[in-house]
């Protein structure tokens, strides 16, 4: 395909996802929020056309222990930006879900579970359109909890629309989003491979530990665990960076209990453990 064609049905997919925005919102519509790109994109874009429709937008967000601590305060914050009416579904996945254990269909029977609380609040609002974030691209990995999606009739506009996280982004800096740049931030029990326990407090831990490398300057970061290994998952650009400053992130790692930490020379890739 020629840049020409490709930027022609950029255009056209953009517009299709605008007409759809608009038709949602022409009664009241709930969005499962988690404050990264892709949702952030959708609910600024359903505020907009919400106002013109004079209708309400709900951001429901989950506050669970499997995403990053930060998750939460960064929706309640956007959602009060676009004007949003933010909601909170509270949920233990281990318990509710049944997956303490880790097993390979995690990501289905987490996102059912979530769902159907957010299918539940939604209609207590009298709300009947619930959408979610999954772009184009998520299409073509291995992502189980798309099936939970479907079979809870949850809509999937950016998908729909052939929308990738190329696209996204760059519609979303054109907006002016602060999160246009934000790196993707996936459930934490992705650092663990299948079929090991899960455990709170090890998940708070890779938690930190992601921060702190984030603090010091890098952008994609997985701190993968294989018992008493952890792994460091960085883009390959920032290898230099990781041995510059290997002394102070040894030290760091070290103090959170982590203690054989190697560097993944493949570098950062989504769903590594999937492989």
Do not use: W
Request: aromatic fraction near 6%.
């Amino acid at each position: 395909m020629n840049p020409d064609t490709s930027r022609n049905t950029q255009m056209t997919n953009i517009e299709q996802l605008y007409s759809a925005l608009q038709e949602y919102t022409k009664a009241d519509v709930a969005l499962a929020f988690s404050g990264g790109v892709d949702s952030a994109l959708l609910l600024a874009l359903l505020c907009r056309f919400a106002a013109e429709n004079h209708t309400k937008v709900y951001a429901i967000t989950a506050s669970t222990k499997l995403h990053p601590a930060k998750d939460l305060e960064i929706s309640k914050a956007l959602a009060k930006e676009y004007g949003a009416i933010h909601l909170v579904v509270e949920i233990d996945e281990l318990e509710e879900a049944g997956i303490q254990n880790n097993p390979k269909d995690r990501c289905y029977l987490c996102k059912l579970a979530i769902f159907q609380k957010i299918c539940a609040l939604a209609r207590t609002y009298q709300v009947n359109t619930i959408l979610e974030g999954t772009n184009l691209d998520d299409l073509g990995v291995y992502r189980p909890g798309i099936r939970a999606l479907r079979e809870l009739q949850i809509i999937s506009p950016l998908a729909d629309c052939s929308i990738s996280k190329e696209t996204i982004r760059s519609l979303a800096a054109k907006l002016g989003l602060t999160v246009s740049n934000r790196p993707s931030s996936p459930c934490l029990a992705t650092r663990l491979p299948y079929d090991t326990p899960i455990d709170y407090a090890l998940l708070s831990r890779i938690d930190k530990g992601e921060q702190l490398l984030r603090h010091m300057g890098f952008y994609n970061v997985r701190l993968r665990i294989h018992g008493s290994v952890t792994r460091i998952e960085v883009d390959q650009t920032d290898f230099q960076q990781i041995l510059t400053k290997q002394t102070e992130i040894l030290s760091e790692l070290k103090k959170l209990g982590f203690h054989y930490i190697t560097l993944d020379l493949e570098g950062f890739r989504s769903g590594s453990m999937d492989e």
